[in-house]
């Protein structure tokens, strides 16, 4: 199974709206009009309006980095799938590591949002991975199949092509700390194999699996050569044009 690749990056809370439409005006420049690799910028909520106004000059994609699982309500400081969907974004990042270790997130939380997304038309990329203890502990791969089962729980097996998710070992993230490619396939090819268990063989053929944590255009090619990393989830390379556009270029290569 063909998957093509994505490259998605991760902004945090990063660049102001002015300096989020400097960014995406160079990313735009630089590989806007290539369809072989799949191209996402996911700014903060206040430059998405902006964002979403470039990128439809472009076949970069646009992605927010959070939502709620509610449709609407009494949630101050919370944005749904609605207004979402309402500025044009087609991925939304759930589950990330710092969301679950800054504010209390937990699988069964992450799969009502999950849930929420893919009822309204938003492509989640669902972020998994084991802490540095956990690693020491042997315990990676227990960690990875229960953050697949818990926070993929009564997923729709019809809406599966528009899973995304990212494998983020969170000793890797921020730290220039990278797996190894031979690292990063183990738990990628583990990861299909539980999805293979809960949706069968032919729908976790479809799945894009992609890797997270210290992602850069050093270490992209050898990454991207595994045959089950799909693609990455840049983060600090993705705030600047070169870097972002260096690992999107390695992509295209490796495609």
Same mark, same amino acid.
């Given at each position: ?14 660049? %102001? =709206? !002015? ?26 909520? %206040?430059?998405?309006?902006? =964002? ?11 992605? =927010? ?10 949630? %101050? ?28 997130? %937990? ?16 492509? !989640? ?91 850069? !255009? ?18 600090? =390379? ?18």
């Amino acid at each position: 199974m063909t998957r093509k690749f994505l490259i998605a990056g991760n902004w945090k809370m990063n660049k %102001t =709206a !002015p300096e989020a439409v400097d960014l995406i005006n160079e990313i735009n420049t630089s590989v806007g009009d290539q369809t072989g690799v799949q191209v996402c910028v996911c700014p903060p909520f %206040t430059s998405l309006s902006k =964002a979403s106004e470039l990128v439809e000059q472009s076949e970069v994609l646009l992605g =927010a980095q959070n939502m709620n699982a509610s449709q609407s309500g009494a949630y %101050t400081g919370e944005i749904s799938a609605e207004m979402l969907r309402d500025l044009y974004v087609s991925f939304v990042i759930l589950g990330h590591s710092e969301r679950r270790e800054y504010y209390g997130e %937990t699988n069964e939380t992450v799969n009502k949002k999950i849930l929420s997304a893919i009822g309204n038309n938003l492509k !989640p990329i669902y972020c998994i991975g084991e802490t540095l203890e956990q690693r020491e502990a042997g315990q990676t791969l227990e960690v990875v199949r229960s953050q697949v089962r818990e926070g993929l729980e009564n997923f729709p097996t019809n809406s599966i092509e528009n899973l995304v998710l990212a494998y983020e070992p969170v000793w890797a993230i921020g730290t220039g700390k990278t797996a190894t490619d031979e690292m990063a396939q183990e738990v990628h090819f583990e990861i299909r194999k539980v999805l293979s268990e809960m949706f069968g063989d032919s729908a976790a053929s479809t799945i894009r699996i992609l890797y997270g944590g210290s992602m850069k !255009p050093e270490n992209a090619a050898g990454l991207l050569s595994q045959p089950d990393v799909d693609g990455g989830l840049i983060g600090g =390379a993705s705030l600047t044009s070169r870097a972002f556009t260096g690992i999107i270029e390695a992509a295209i290569s490796a495609a």
